[in-house]
T-cell receptor, first 117, second 114 residues
Framework: AQKITQTQPGMFVQEKEAVTLDCTYD???????LFWYKQPSSGEMIFLIY??????QNATEGRYSLNFQKARKSANLVISASQLGDSAMYFC??????????????FGTGTSLTVIP | KAGVTQTPRYLIKTRGQQVTLSCSPI?????VSWYQQTPGQGLQFLFE???????NKGNFPGRFSGRQFSNSRSEMNVSTLELGDSALYLC?????????????FGSGTRLTVV
């Protein structure tokens, strides 16, 4: 089974609107971390936001927020007030366990977001 | 603060050759991981190094190997290149005392095997 599933290959959003990118995960570990990365056409992966499995509140970082629903094993990224520069590939990722046991990430297949002026 | 530096940025090799990619992590980051990114398979974990020791290895053949030096710099080697090895190879470094940090990625090395 896939560890991370992103079911939206491509999304379009109007500039200044909000958009939600879906991510579901599969793990039997109690301790894990969920991450979202942005990859513009230049290729570099840019860290956006983190949610720990024990965090009770949804993470927020500026215009990015993570809608964490633990029972449903979903970690959707919400981008508010979309900007043209938000056009990129977005990857959801998970790290199982604790850092001292390993630092391997599982990535989803990504969602290509296009912001329309 | 300098980011993760990968060299070279682009590489063209012939089938059967071998290649070495280099990665210099952010100062203070002691964990270095490598990922292969292709359109068909997405981002796949190759291996992770910490304190010059390989801690984890992904599901890749033995042709893929790596090492880490005492200054945390890392190299990745692919021997007997195949056409399917054409990919973007991303290096990522991290702290090991901050769960929320994740990775800082380099810009990648784009390898083309002809």
């Amino acid at each position: 089974a896939q560890k991370i599933t992103q079911t939206q290959p491509g999304m379009f959003v109007q500039e200044k609107e909000a958009v939600t990118l879906d991510c579901t995960y599969d793990t039997s570990d109690q301790s894990y971390g969920l991450f979202w990365y942005k990859q513009p056409s230049s290729g570099e992966m840019i860290f956006l936001i983190y949610q720990g499995s024990y965090d009770e509140q949804n993470a927020t970082e500026g215009r990015y927020s993570l809608n964490f629903q633990k029972a449903r094993k979903s970690a959707n990224l919400v981008i508010s007030a979309s900007q043209l520069g938000d056009s990129a590939m977005y990857f959801c990722a998970m790290r199982e366990g604790q850092l001292w046991t390993g630092n391997q990430f599982y990535f989803g297949t990504g969602t290509s977001l296009t912001v329309i002026p | 603060k300098a980011g993760v530096t990968q060299t070279p940025r682009y590489l063209i090799k012939t089938r059967g050759q071998q290649v070495t990619l280099s990665c210099s992590p952010i100062s203070g980051h002691r964990s270095v991981s490598w990922y292969q990114q292709t359109p068909g398979q997405g981002l796949q974990f190759l291996f992770e190094y910490f304190s010059e020791t390989q801690r984890n290895k992904g599901n890749f053949p033995g042709r893929f190997s790596g090492r880490q030096f005492s200054n945390s710099r890392s190299e990745m080697n692919v021997s007997t290149l195949e056409l399917g090895d054409s990919a973007l190879y991303l290096c990522a470094s991290s702290y090991l005392d901050r769960q929320d940090y994740g990775y800082t990625f380099g810009s990648g090395t784009r390898l083309t095997v002809v």
